[in-house]
């Protein structure tokens, strides 16, 4: 990797690290100019190949982080590599954004120097970079701005203590008044559902989140009811990879604090994901108008938990003059600059189904569409796993107390699609 830049939503480019010699930022024209001949950004092809390089791009938080290479990479390492920026430099600042990005400008570039080295990808474990270079703190910016503390550095002299050993990942020494430990485990459902209500595509992924408040060198075992749904796995380099080919469990000494051990896809065939809430819309053109009818309910799977979060967004077309819609229950919000209509709302009753009814008019000329739009969910429900993935049992050894353990399962939705 040569350079890696960092543009803001309408073009500026942020942050630009040079690694391996310096690449004119006038490189990222190329990119800019994609961007803007395509209808969305989700559009724009991950890789572009030049005469003289390749820009290699992710796009997160409405911002847009590039990688320059100029000779043959894997592009998942590059990808890979730039999403683990993006998600220390959320660790560090509590959100990623043009504001935070300028207001921690030196922070950025100290972390960018030790994540990677050369070109090469060297720590991007956030536990690490920590001990490295000290995030910053609202304390810290009110005494530098007054000009106190500033001979101080905020990048540690000495290298972490865990570096030289084989557990880099955690420091030494760690302890806690109360030992605990939180797992998350985060599905996100990818579906496309066709006008009849029928699913065409469904797809689950998952994450297991650890936040771990553990003293001394703890050695923990996370073990699955039904593990053999587990696919396409991606573990922490803490997991010892041999163990869970040999008796599908995790087994790992933890880094100290949040950390993300697995990221997996479920296995769906031969098992079909029951979806936990229905959107019946009925959207139909005639002449100059439309109607409009959408009903959204939970299903019976759920065993009374409540579905949160809920938002439907309906991209109309760009004929749509004008709109008489009403709904009885949550908020509904017609944008007319880009003809789209957003539904929060948000938790689900059980004693109704939220309905959208109404009628949009066309422009004047304008052809009727052939097809209503397709449109998107999106929900949140907590101790919920669309994939009935369920823990057995969650261990400790190496250290004589027994920690709190709690366990939460959070089910969202990922790109779901229903077409009317």
């Known amino acids: 990797i040569n350079s890696i830049f960092v543009m803001s939503p309408t073009g500026e480019v942020l942050i630009e690290k040079h690694y391996r010699g310096y690449v004119p930022r006038t490189c990222c024209d190329t990119f800019w100019a994609e961007v803007q001949k395509s209808s969305s950004p989700q559009e724009v092809c991950p890789v572009l190949v030049t005469p003289k390089y390749y820009l290699i791009h992710i796009q997160r938080y409405n911002m847009y982080f590039i990688a320059n290479v100029q000779m043959e990479v894997q592009p998942l390492l590059v990808t890979e590599f730039l999403h683990r920026v993006v998600d220390v430099?959320?660790?560090?600042?509590?959100?990623?954004?043009?504001?935070?990005?300028?207001?921690?400008?030196?922070?950025?570039?100290?972390?960018?120097?030790?994540?990677?080295?050369?070109?090469?990808?060297?720590?991007?474990?956030?536990?690490?970079?920590?001990?490295?270079?000290?995030?910053?703190?609202?304390?810290?910016?009110?005494?530098?701005?007054?000009?106190?503390?500033?001979?101080?550095?905020?990048?540690?002299?000495?290298?972490?203590?865990?570096?030289?050993?084989?557990?880099?990942?955690?420091?030494?020494?760690?302890?806690?008044?109360?030992n605990e430990v939180y797992l998350d485990i985060v599905e996100e459902i990818d579906c496309s559902i066709d006008t009849n209500g029928l699913m065409v595509t469904c797809d689950v992924s998952g994450e297991v989140l650890v936040n771990c408040k553990l003293s001394g060198m703890p050695d923990l075992t996370l073990s699955f009811t039904n593990p053999a749904i587990i696919d396409e796995v991606n573990f922490h380099p803490?997991?010892?990879?041999?163990?869970?080919?040999?008796?599908?469990?995790?087994?790992?000494?933890?880094?100290?604090?949040?950390?993300?051990?697995?990221?997996?896809?479920?296995?769906?065939?031969?098992?079909?994901?029951?979806?936990?809430?229905?959107?019946?819309?009925?959207?139909?053109?005639?002449?100059?108008?439309?109607?409009?009818?959408?009903?959204?309910?939970?299903?019976?799977?759920?065993?009374?938990?409540?579905?949160?979060?809920?938002?439907?967004?309906?991209?109309?077309?760009?004929?749509?003059?004008?709109?008489n819609l009403s709904v009885n229950h949550g908020t509904a919000h017609f944008d007319d600059a880009s003809k789209s209509l957003r539904w929060d709302i948000g938790k689900v009753p059980k004693d109704k189904s939220p309905c959208l009814n109404g009628s949009v008019q066309l422009a004047a000329g304008a052809e009727t569409p052939e097809s209503g739009p397709t449109i998107l969910v999106d929900f949140k429900?907590?101790?919920?796993?669309?994939?009935?993935?369920?823990?057995?049992?969650?261990?400790?050894?190496?250290?004589?107390?027994?920690?709190y353990k709690g366990v939460r399962f959070v089910t969202k939705a990922g790109k779901f699609q229903v077409r009317s």
């Open 89 to 178: 430099f959320r660790d560090y600042f509590n959100e990623v954004s043009e504001e935070s990005i300028k207001e921690n400008f030196i922070t950025v570039y100290q972390l960018m120097d030790e994540m990677m080295d050369n070109g090469i990808p060297m720590t991007t474990e956030p536990n690490v970079l920590k001990t490295m270079i000290v995030p910053p703190t609202i304390l810290g910016r009110v005494a530098s701005s007054m000009g106190v503390g500033g001979d101080k550095s905020n990048v540690a002299s000495d290298l972490p203590e865990g570096m030289l050993s084989s557990i880099w990942w955690r420091k030494k020494g760690v302890k806690y008044t109360n």
């Open 238 to 323: 803490c997991v010892r990879l041999s163990r869970y080919e040999r008796d599908r469990v995790m087994s790992f000494v933890p880094p100290d604090g949040k950390f993300k051990l697995a990221s997996y896809s479920v296995c769906t065939t031969g098992q079909a994901v029951v979806l936990p809430l229905y959107v019946k819309p009925q959207i139909h053109f005639s002449g100059s108008s439309g109607r409009v009818n959408i009903m959204v309910g939970p299903k019976s799977n759920l065993a009374g938990r409540t579905i949160e979060d809920v938002v439907i967004t309906i991209p109309f077309s760009k004929s749509i003059a004008s709109t």
């Open 381 to 403: 429900i907590v101790m919920f796993s669309a994939s009935g993935l369920k823990i057995d049992a969650l261990t400790l050894s190496g250290e004589k107390y027994k920690p």
